[in-house]
């Protein structure tokens, strides 16, 4: 392809059930105006909620697929990893198997990482483990937070060795 030449891609995106999506017009529209250094136009957008629900049980996503194959694009642009899948993992795994299975790449919008470039799979892994160091972050200070709330409210006896799981599952006492 030229790099002049404006290539042509869907957008998807899923929300948590709990979520208000964005429309679909509306999403194209943010899509195209974001993307025009990239020399991308979105054609349509397509909006599912469940995050947590498996692809193939998603009703736009698999709308999507069909689209991409029967009108030769190759490319799915989504707003970031977490809107695609759950786990970052996850994203991982169902990027790869879809780029094997239908020849489809995917541009990440957040994260500014497209998958036909060499380095894509070092960055989503990169991006992965980023994600989930920050998770296991929040999770620990909330733990912490816990203990030194009862501690300060006298809910928990003094000298007492308090079990705590670290990133890795091993426990620790505080």
């Known amino acids: 392809m030229d790099a002049n030449q404006t290539q042509k891609a869907y957008c998807y995106t899923c929300f ?4 208000q999506p964005i429309g679909t017009t509306l999403m194209t529209e943010f899509m ?6 990239r020399n991308i136009q979105v054609i349509d957008s397509f909006v599912d909620t469940n995050s947590k629900q498996a692809p193939h049980r ?23 990893m977490s809107m695609l899948m759950h786990s970052h993992f996850e994203t991982i795994m169902l990027v790869r198997e879809i780029k094997e299975q239908y020849g489809i790449d995917f541009y990440f919008l957040f994260e500014d990482i497209l ?3 060499e380095d ?5 892994v990169a991006q992965s483990v980023l994600k989930d160091e920050i998770a296991a972050r929040k999770t620990q200070k909330k733990v912490l937070r816990s203990i030194c709330t ?18 890795y599952n091993r426990i620790k006492y505080v």
């Open 16 to 19: 948590s059930k709990t979520a």
């Open 32 to 37: 195209n105006t974001t993307l025009q250094q």
């Open 58 to 80: 998603r009703h736009y996503w698999r709308i999507v697929l069909e689209k991409c194959v029967d009108e030769g694009v190759k490319l799915i642009v989504v707003p970031a």
């Open 115 to 117: 998958t036909s470039t």
């Open 120 to 124: 894509a799979d070092s960055a989503l």
């Open 150 to 167: 009862q501690v300060a409210e006298g809910l928990l006896p003094e000298g007492k060795a308090y079990k705590v799981r670290d990133r």
